[in-house]
């Protein structure tokens, strides 16, 4: 599954060589006419009217037309993020390595570094393991209880 909210997906990209698994995309009417040709041939896509994908609904679609019961996002920090403020991550896999980024634009989990989440996200370690020089963890995201 793939997720963009510009639909700029390269039809040439290793993913589309292949016919192992099927391949979703979702993203908006911004995506070009030029790319929705060319990977409707190669992915199912699912487009929304909106900005920005609609990921509450996005995980909806997965769940109630793909019978998708657990997504991996292993996208950059945009995505990551925006499921986070909406509290739809429950699990986070976590690898530290021996390697330090610097600057201004350097990356951080949710975004660049001056980007501050809006509220503070709580965790609990549930494993760990180390091999090598990396440090593998994984935590369980506490979400608030919400008040009826």
Request: hydrophobic share 40%.
């Amino acid at each position: 599954m793939i997720v963009s909210n510009k639909g700029k997906i390269d039809n040439r990209l290793n993913i589309f060589q292949s016919d192992i698994s099927p391949i979703i995309i979702f993203s908006t009417r911004r995506m070009p006419w030029k790319y929705q040709e060319a990977l409707e041939k190669k992915a199912t896509l699912h487009l929304s009217n909106a900005e920005h994908v609609d990921l509450v609904a996005m995980l909806h679609t997965l769940c109630d037309k793909y019978k998708i019961r657990t997504v991996a996002c292993e996208g950059g920090p945009t995505l990551f993020r925006s499921l986070l403020e909406r509290g739809l991550v429950d699990q986070l896999n976590l690898t530290i390595a021996p390697y330090m980024f610097g600057g201004a634009k350097a990356p951080t989990l949710t975004g660049l570094s001056r980007e501050f989440l809006p509220a503070s996200v709580h965790c609990s370690l549930i494993d760990m393991r180390v091999v090598g020089d990396e440090c593998f963890l994984t935590y369980r995201i506490k979400h608030k209880r919400r008040s009826h």
